[in-house]
Every structure is written in structure tokens, then in C-alpha cells.
């Protein structure tokens, strides 16, 4: 079974600039999380999405910050403008469940805001 | 900002030692977790608890739900050089809820 996936797996933007980043969940996973990872910190939850709902999204900055899930499958989050407390790793997490515990998770995107 | 803190910060030990590691809580959790993230990767849940008390087992890994649901401990016995991770803990205050992660308790394995 493909585990989730994620691109790009580096990236480096300057201050302002907009980055995208995708995700493919696991096959018949109906949640989708959306992690950011600040260097020696453990995950933080951005937005959860169930199916192509937001269920979650307390913790986004909704300002730069956006998220989508259209087709209830791939996600894309997106940060409009960047800025250098951006920099981090974005995880992609899934799992088949709603409120699972058990979720799945990428190998992440490494964003460095220089 | 961390709800929950883990405790060290970062091991440096013989292979063959075992190794101890917590996570506390101000508040009650009634599902706890251990992951165990490897560099460039994500983290890979090791351990699920969903009672007080409870105590299991993963191989070389045994954690257990702290009885005051406050707090949970992760035991690794006789390390070895593939250890080397940083081990998180993450809690779940009620059903529906979102996780939780602790910033991480960094090991190094010397062979």
C-alpha cells in the first residue's frame, strides 16, 4: 500500500513570496491533516479536513494561510505572502477515519523563508 | 504553544542500555501516543493507549497510560544503533479532538 505522498520535498522562497505545497493521502482515507513542524518542536496542527470539509482549522493563519481539498482526495495548502517564521516542516498526515488517532503521515515539506 | 512536556530533551546512550523517557500533562488525556520520527521522514506511530493504567508492548517498546491520565512513559530495552530518532508523545483530551505532540526527546544510540 503507497503511503502518503508529498511534493516538493525542499524549498526555499524569499520573504513575501508564495509557495504551494501538495499531498496525496493514502487510498480510502477520508481525513486529511495538515501539520507545520517548527525545528525542535513536535507538530502542530493546522487544518483537518474530512472528505473535502474543513472539520479543523482553529490554528491557521488565516491571513497567509490557505488550504483546499477539492475533489475529497489531493490537498494543496498554500502561504501568501511568506514570511521567516514560515520556515519549517509541512507534514501531510491521513487517516480513514474522522478523529482518528491513528493518521498516517508524509515525509514532509521542508520550507526555508530566507 | 506545547501542551504537553517531554522529558529529556535528548539521551546519548551505549547500545545495549535501556532507556526511560515521559510526558506530562496540566490536563487529562484519555488517549495517549508515542511516534517515532526518523530524519526526513514523518513520524510513524509506535504505541496507541486508550485506558489508564494500561501497559503495552511493541516489540522492544512498552508504554503505559499514566493512572492519573496526566502523564505517559515509553521504555526501550536494550537499544540498538537503529533507535536513533526523535520519539514524540502526543495526547487526544476526548474523542474528536485534534492531537497534541510534545516537542520530542532526541536519542542517540552509541555502537
Known amino acids: 500500500e503507497a503511503g502518503v505522498a508529498q511534493s516538493p520535498r525542499y524549498k526555499i522562497i524569499e520573504k513575501r513570496q508564495s509557495v504551494a505545497f501538495w499531498c496525496n493521502p493514502i487510498s480510502g482515507h477520508a481525513t486529511l491533516y495538515w501539520y507545520q513542524q517548527i525545528l525542535g518542536q513536535g507538530p502542530k496542527l493546522l487544518i483537518q479536513f474530512q472528505n473535502n470539509g474543513v472539520v479543523d482549522d482553529s490554528q491557521l493563519p488565516k491571513d497567509r494561510f490557505s488550504a483546499e481539498r477539492l475533489k475529497g482526495v489531493d490537498s494543496t495548502l498554500k502561504i501568501q505572502p511568506a514570511k521567516l517564521e514560515d520556515s519549517a516542516v509541512y507534514l501531510c498526515?491521513?487517516?480513514?477515519?474522522?478523529?482518528?488517532?491513528?493518521?498516517?503521515f508524509g515525509p514532509g515539506t521542508r520550507l526555508l523563508v530566507l | 504553544g506545547q501542551q504537553l512536556n517531554q522529558s529529556p530533551q535528548s539521551m546519548f546512550i551505549q547500545e545495549g542500555e535501556d532507556v526511560s523517557m515521559n510526558c506530562t500533562s496540566s490536563s487529562i488525556f484519555n488517549t495517549w501516543l508515542w511516534y517515532k520520527q526518523e530524519p526526513g521522514e514523518g513520524p510513524v506511530l509506535l504505541i496507541a493507549l486508550y485506558k489508564a493504567g494500561e501497559l503495552t508492548s511493541n516489540g522492544r517498546l512498552t508504554a503505559q497510560f499514566g493512572i492519573t491520565r496526566k502523564d505517559s512513559f515509553l521504555n526501550i530495552s536494550a537499544s540498538i544503533p537503529s533507535d536513533v530518532g526523535i520519539y514524540f508523545c502526543a495526547g487526544q483530551r476526548e474523542y474528536g479532538n485534534k492531537l497534541v505532540f510534545g516537542a520530542g526527546t532526541i536519542l542517540r544510540v552509541k555502537s
Open positions: 498526515a491521513s487517516s480513514f477515519r474522522a478523529f482518528q488517532e491513528t493518521q498516517y
